[in-house]
């Protein structure tokens, strides 16, 4: 257990729908990253917040959206589901930038 | 450019034999290197890293050898057991922004019992 919880463990939706997955890093980690894994695909980095501010964006889609709030937890907003998005959603925290990052279980998304 | 490598992308080693896994980034702005293994169906798992001030970095059965000159890092595994058997991942952040995570395809990793 690498102390980075998401939930929910997995969602199934369809087209057109809005979704919000949720991430809480580990005790003391101030970074959030997003990460997008497709079937037999790696990890694409989507975002990263940094103490509540965002500090870098990867090829996140303008229909994603996320948020780092004041207790450090983080939200994933995907909003105008298309079959392509589905996929696992990771969230991984670290202390600060340069430093090992430690993901959560993952959110299985499916969209019909 | 913002490109991670990594070679092979599928290996496949016999019980007991070692298997080495280079990572190949075309420019950096950090002086962290890590890898990650991805067993099926979980998350990923950071089992080595290193820093560029040292050039080698041993854990048990697992290191990594850092050559910034030439951009590579690579991950060494000496006798494999099938429990090694899974994806790993290196991880470089681009130059133009230290903030950003650029992970490498991943290597498949099968160990032959």
């Known amino acids: 257990d690498s102390g980075v919880t998401q939930t929910p463990k997995h969602l199934i939706t369809a087209t057109g729908q809005r979704v919000t997955l949720r991430c809480s890093p580990r005790?003391?980690?101030?970074?959030v990253y997003w990460y997008q894994q497709s079937l037999d695909q790696g990890l694409q980095f989507l975002i990263q917040?940094?103490?509540?501010?965002?500090?870098a964006k990867g090829n996140i889609l303008e229909r994603f959206s996320a948020q780092q709030f004041p207790d450090l937890h983080s939200e994933l907003n995907l909003s105008s589901l298309e079959l392509g998005d589905s996929a696992l959603y990771f969230c991984?925290?670290?202390?600060?930038?340069?430093?090992?990052?430690?993901f959560g279980p993952g959110t299985r998304l499916t969209v019909l | 450019g913002e490109n991670v490598e990594q070679h092979p992308s599928t290996l496949s080693v016999q019980e007991g034999d070692s298997a080495v896994i280079k990572c190949t980034y075309s420019?950096?702005?950090?002086?962290?290197f890590p890898w990650y293994k991805q067993e099926l169906g979980k998350r990923p798992q950071l089992i080595i890293d290193?820093?560029?001030?040292?050039g080698e970095k041993k854990d048990q059965r697992i290191a990594v050898t850092l050559n910034k000159t030439a951009k590579h890092f690579s991950l060494h595994i000496t006798e494999t057991q099938p429990e090694d058997s899974a994806v790993y991942f290196c991880?470089?952040?681009?130059?133009?922004?230290?903030?950003?995570?650029?992970f490498g395809p991943g290597t498949s990793l099968s160990v032959i019992p």
């Open positions: 420019d950096s702005a950090s002086n962290y």
């Open positions: 005790s003391g980690d101030l970074s």
């Open positions: 991880a470089a952040p681009p130059k133009t922004s230290y903030d950003k995570v650029i």
């Open positions: 290193i820093r560029s001030n040292v």
């Open positions: 917040y940094y103490n509540g501010e965002e500090r």
């Open positions: 991984a925290s670290s202390v600060g930038r340069g430093m090992a990052q430690y």
